[in-house]
Structure formats: C-alpha cells, structure tokens
C-alpha cells in the first residue's frame, strides 16, 4: 500500500483521510491512483461489485434507527422503498421485511443497510453495527443539530464541515439555535 501511495504522488496522511471517508476522492486523486495501478480512472471508479454479504442486525433497534433516518429526511417510507428498488430490489423487499419484523434479530443484506445510510448522510455503521455507541452517539447528535436547523430555517449542513466535534458540542450547538429561534420570534 505505501508503494502505491508513493506511486501515485500522495502522502500517507492524505491517502487515509481519503480511504478512511474522513474526505473525499477528487479527481485529481482518482487518476493519480489509477496510473500507479495502471487502469483507467473509469475502472478504479467503477470496480466491479463485490460479493453480497448479509448481516444479522438487531432488529427494533435498526428498524426504529431506520425510522429516524425517514422522519429526518421528511420522506416516507414508500420513497425509501423506491430509491432501494433502483437500485437493487431485493434491497427494497429487505428493508420492507426489517421494518415490519417482529423478530428480535434479522439477516439483511449489508448493502443495502450502506445505501440506506448513503441516502441519509449517515456512517453506515449507524445502521450496520448498532453496537458501536461511540457511531450512534454521534450520528444522534448529528441528527438533532439537522432537526435544530430545520426548525430555525437553515439549509442542510455538510457534516464534513463540522469535523471532529464531539456530540456534546453538537448538541450544545443545536441548544443554543433552539434557544436563539425561541427569543426571536
């Protein structure tokens, strides 16, 4: 991997940054990568799909996380059901079956958890691995400041911009706009 990275022009730290999702890949990195792997940058873009892999999820628990993730987005439940089924139907038929499972656990395809959380803007892990507190706490706070702002009139956030904060001081700064939007109105 280091000669890869080397190969391509890019420094250790900025390659994870990329490959970790703490930024994103621009252009310029794409090609760099794909002429030190010596493909085109369509085929690193576009690699072939890997295998489908299925998860055992706790089910109230991603259902009702699913639900959080429709009432943030003020979509319902059928536009989900439609963005899964283009792109995969049995993602669709999954989703449908979790969210009216009455099973404490359920086997679901983990891509389809991923393009769930694509579709909200959260870390896959939120909904994939519900045991990672330190993933949901964050991604709560995040939710609440989303709401926050919502009530308050402002326009979506990109969370990449707020960095490493911790949830605390997400959730102190949806306090304060929630607390500036009740002394202005």
């Avoid at 489908?52 to 999820?57: A, D, L, Y």
């Avoid at 003020?74 to 449908?96: K, M, N, T, V, Y």
């Avoid at 009139?153 to 960095?163: D, E, K, L, M, Y």
Wanted: proline residues 6%; negative net charge; aromatic residues 4%.
């Amino acid at each position: 991997m280091g000669d890869l990275i080397s190969r391509a022009g890019l420094t250790k730290s900025y390659y994870q940054s990329r490959a970790g999702f703490q930024l994103p890949y621009n252009t310029n990195d794409i090609e760099a990568l794909a002429a030190a792997l010596k493909v085109t940058p369509a085929d690193l873009a576009t690699p072939d799909p890997a295998p489908s892999s299925e998860i055992r999820v706790p089910a109230a628990v991603v259902a009702s996380r699913v639900r959080r993730l429709l009432d943030e987005q003020a979509a319902d439940e059928a536009a989900l059901l439609a963005h899964l089924r283009d792109i995969d139907p049995g993602f669709a038929i999954s989703a449908q079956e979790l969210l009216t499972s009455t099973a404490s656990t359920s086997v679901v395809p983990e891509g389809m958890l991923k393009a769930i959380a694509q579709w909200a803007d959260v870390h896959p892990a939120y909904l994939a691995d519900p045991t990672e507190a330190a993933v949901a706490d964050r991604t709560d706070a995040e939710l609440e400041l989303r709401a926050v702002m919502r009530e308050v009139g402002a326009s979506r956030i990109q969370f990449r911009a707020v960095g490493e904060m911790s949830p605390d001081a997400l959730r102190a700064i949806a306090s304060s706009l929630r607390a500036r939007a009740g002394t202005s109105s």
